[in-house]
């Protein structure tokens, strides 16, 4: 297996790893919880998702032909806050990753050496890729944690609880 193929393979399921705690996180949540926020310069559930998004439409829509910041996106209404029901952001969270995967997996191993732009700056098609794979999770993160503020103790982790990481451990060893 080639370094490209072994790279997109990785990339492809990091990406859906994120989108199933993001969708996790989102089940958990009720409308009210979807637009509450710590104070007014914070950002909401709501606000994040229609941020994430806005940006996984706009960076891969056409990724590999036309600039990455599409012309029809506006970022800074993406925080404003709205009415949203909660089966409306559904809907756009799944457009936004729905847009991503597609086009993750179209891309071919030689589509890796080539060059794309966003807001007119040349990026490798890798350093594309690795800029998603940094900025995505990382909101992935705040949903998870304004989720774990919100429900307190009925907070379900999604990775290995507090004081869980030994048996953990002992479980992916087999002892």
Known sequence: MSFGSIYLESVRKRF????AMGDKTLERLD?????WQPDPGSNSVYQIVRH?????QSRWTDFLTTDGEKPWRNRDTEFEESNAAK????ALWEKGWSCLLQTLDSLQEADLEKTVHIRTEPHA???AINRQLAHIPSHVG???????????DRWESLSIPKGKSEDFNRAMSGK
């Open 125 to 127: 098609v890798i350093d």
């Open 87 to 90: 089966a409306e952001i559904i």
């Open 31 to 35: 409308e009210a919880q979807l637009h």
């Open 52 to 56: 994430v998004s806005g940006n996984m």
């Open 16 to 19: 859906r790893s994120y989108k």
């Open 142 to 152: 705040q949903i998870m944690y304004i989720a774990k503020m919100l429900l307190k």
